[in-house]
């Protein structure tokens, strides 16, 4: 809990922030740290390749429900940007031009997590980890790695709570809830950020 408290203070700040373009450049950061995540992996699992391993185009054997419905959900996570494709629309420029950053987006993560997937299973088969960092020998690659990811998965925490807290915003203080500049729309937006952040930090302790 030590941890998350740290956390919580970390992310305190920048939930502030009440549009999505005002965390465009974090956003930017982020997408950059799993490109050098996925750099930095390549290297590394062809590295540590085992001698001996197996592999297999079905299910592994004796997998249960939970743990496949655990993987839907990695997939879920690490295409969650469909959760706010109307957000974006409505703060871009040109809004019709939207079609196109749909296409790249996609196609950029398609292409990285499909060789990742690729690269880890072909070197390592039914010896991969579920969780590719950890295939990682101890060091200072993966220490970097890690930070990289943790970083990554606080901006994946502020683009998805941006339309959600906008909308409890909207739904208790109507009236402050497009305005920018006023102390009580700051304080309004404040009070309901902070408060899903310590309700998450009960539930993630819990």
């Known amino acids: 809990w030590h941890w998350t408290v740290v956390l919580l203070l970390i992310m ?18 982020s997408t950059a740290s799993i490109v050098l995540v996925l750099l930095l992996l390549v290297p590394a699992l ?17 997998q249960t429900f939970l743990q496949s419905s655990s993987s839907l959900g990695s997939f879920v996570f690490a295409y969650q940007g469909q959760s706010i494709f109307l957000e974006i629309m409505r703060e871009m420029k040109n809004p019709s031009d939207f079609p196109k950053v ?13 060789s990742i997937c690729a690269v880890g299973y072909g070197a390592h088969g039914d010896q991969i980890t579920s969780f590719l960092p950890d295939a990682l020998p ?34 208790i203080w109507p009236h402050t809830c497009d305005e920018f500049s006023s102390r009580e729309a700051a304080m309004h ?10 309700f998450a ?6």
């Open 12 to 29: 305190a700040p920048p939930l502030q922030l009440r549009t999505l373009h005002g965390i465009a450049s974090l956003s930017l950061l």
């Open 46 to 62: 062809l590295a540590s390749q085992p001698r001996t391993f197996a592999t297999q185009a079905s299910l592994p054997p004796g």
């Open 102 to 114: 749909v296409f790249a987006a996609n196609g950029l993560m398609m292409f990285s997590y499909a």
């Open 138 to 171: 101890e060091g200072a690659v993966r220490s970097i790695v890690g930070l990289l990811l943790a970083y990554h998965t606080l901006v994946s925490y502020l683009l998805t709570g941006q339309p959600l807290h906008r909308a409890v915003h909207k739904m």
């Open 189 to 198: 937006w404040a009070a309901v950020t902070l408060s899903f952040l310590v």
């Open 201 to 206: 930090f009960f539930v993630a302790n819990g």
